[in-house]
């Protein structure tokens, strides 16, 4: 097996907790730990300075037993073949959590898109696209947005992959704008997903969600929207912070505001409406729900023992790790597994995949209310299987995934 670095390792210390207690046939295991495909790329690109630059892109199909793979694209100047490697994997359990037909995949490219003009980020997403043509296609691999990634990138793809083969494939990506065969209600998914999963969990500890007070990690797509969706349903956000500050006022926060500045500010920071606050203080502020939004390794041995929160909402994608896990779940701190708590994004895509293909589109309400239902599938699912092992919601949400994977890879047997 090729190298793999810290964030791999991490996925792969949660997969095999969970594999022991299952007592996981050793042939399963062995496919299960191991990448399907890894490809990198380099993509040439004439900046608006005349000069020739090379970036640097990845695509890993981790598995893709359950359906073609999917899993989104993320711009990034830490962007690594393990970070992206990682990020395929929990793709894969996070649609086997989801109960959805796809394997598992994560792209990335390394730039730092806030340093690129608009014309400069399309030839290099169209570049990147040309070089993976192969690989993707929507029975083979459906990209969609991801960190610094968004609509606009993903119209992008689309229409690359549409000119390679000459004819309109929508299918060949989610998170499209509406326009050109995106779903209603796919942007906002993700914190729809991570509202439905904090409030659920609220119910089951007997903590009452209206006037909980939460932090946020983050205030991209996913922490804006979770942000919006919670204080929607009486939640009480007295925290937020971003790349670059971040603002704290015990009474409550007004989002719709935040949301507005953050429009013409592009951050959180200065905000009006509360005092300054860092990342380190949002750890271990007196709150009943914390929601790491950003990127992987946020909370750490270092900042863990100071987290006070009941409730842990992993929005981001491997925010947690695992040391730092083991030190929650300890405390008796209730953490709700990336692979569960921010799985309405893809599970949406799922639906704009499905709605593409049919060729027929849902109401915004109808794609809510099917999200809503499977992300209560999910949460139960997960619930149940770590009360039956008496094991943490992470190992309950993989034993959940591994079981599904395993079943269809016994199933469909070894070719040659
Ligand atoms: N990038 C998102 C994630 O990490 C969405 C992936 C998708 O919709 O395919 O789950």
């Known amino acids: 097996m090729a190298e793999h670095g810290a964030i791999f390792a991490a996925m792969l210390r949660e997969f095999n907790v969970a594999a022991r207690i299952i007592d996981l046939e050793p042939g399963v295991w062995n496919i299960l730990t191991h990448p399907k495909r890894q490809i990198m790329v380099s993509c040439p690109v004439q900046m608006d300075n005349g000069e020739i630059e090379v970036f640097t892109g990845y695509r890993v199909q981790y598995n893709i037993t359950l359906g073609p793979a999917k899993g989104g694209i993320r711009y990034h100047p830490d962007v690594s073949l393990d970070e992206v490697t990682a990020l395929a994997a929990w793709m894969t359990w996070k649609c086997a959590v ?5 394997g598992g995949a994560k792209g990335g490219i390394v730039c730092d898109p806030t340093k690129m003009s608009r014309r400069e980020l399309e030839a290099l997403t169209r570049r990147y696209v040309a070089e993976i043509i192969d690989l993707i296609g929507p029975e083979k691999d459906v990209p969609a947005p991801d960190v610094n990634t968004n609509d606009q990138v993903m119209a992008w793809v689309m229409d690359t992959y549409s000119m390679h083969v000459g004819h309109t494939a929508t299918a060949v990506v989610t998170g499209k704008p509406i326009e050109m065969g995106g779903s209603l ?9 991570v509202m439905i999963v904090t409030r659920e969990a609220a119910k089951h500890l007997g903590l009452n969600i209206e006037g909980a007070t939460i932090a946020i990690q983050g205030f991209g797509n996913v922490g804006s929207v979770s942000a919006d969706q919670l204080s929607k349903i009486g939640a009480k956000i007295v925290a937020v912070t971003d790349w670059k500050g971040g603002v704290h006022n ?6 719709a505001k935040m949301l507005d500045y953050v429009r013409d500010h592009e951050t ?12 380190e203080q949002l750890f271990s502020l007196d709150v009943d729900i914390l929601i790491p939004a950003a990127l992987e390794n946020q909370i750490t041995m270092e900042n863990a023992p100071g987290i006070r929160a009941r409730i842990v909402t992993e929005a981001a994608n491997g925010p947690t790790t695992p040391d730092a896990h ?7 701190i209730f953490v709700i597994p990336d692979i569960l708590a921010n799985s309405g994004g893809v599970t949406t895509s799922y639906f704009e995949w499905v709605q593409d293909r ?3 589109f849902w109401e ?16 139960d699912a997960v619930l149940k299987t770590s ?8 190992t309950g949400a993989y034993i959940v995934a591994i079981q599904r994977v395993a079943t269809v890879t016994k199933m469909r047997g070894m070719y040659a």
């Open 98 to 102: 989801a109960h959805i037909p796809f």
């Open 185 to 193: 209600g796919r942007r906002e998914a993700t914190g729809r997903g």
């Open 250 to 255: 015990p009474k409550g926060l007004d989002i």
């Open 268 to 279: 959180v920071d200065g905000f009006p409406g509360g005092d300054p606050l860092t990342n």
């Open 326 to 332: 083991r030190h929650l779940h300890e405390r008796g």
């Open 358 to 360: 049919y060729g027929y």
């Open 364 to 379: 915004e309400h109808d794609v809510n209310v099917r999200l809503e239902k499977k992300m209560c599938e999910a949460f």
């Open 387 to 394: 009360l039956k092992y008496k094991v943490d919601l992470r």
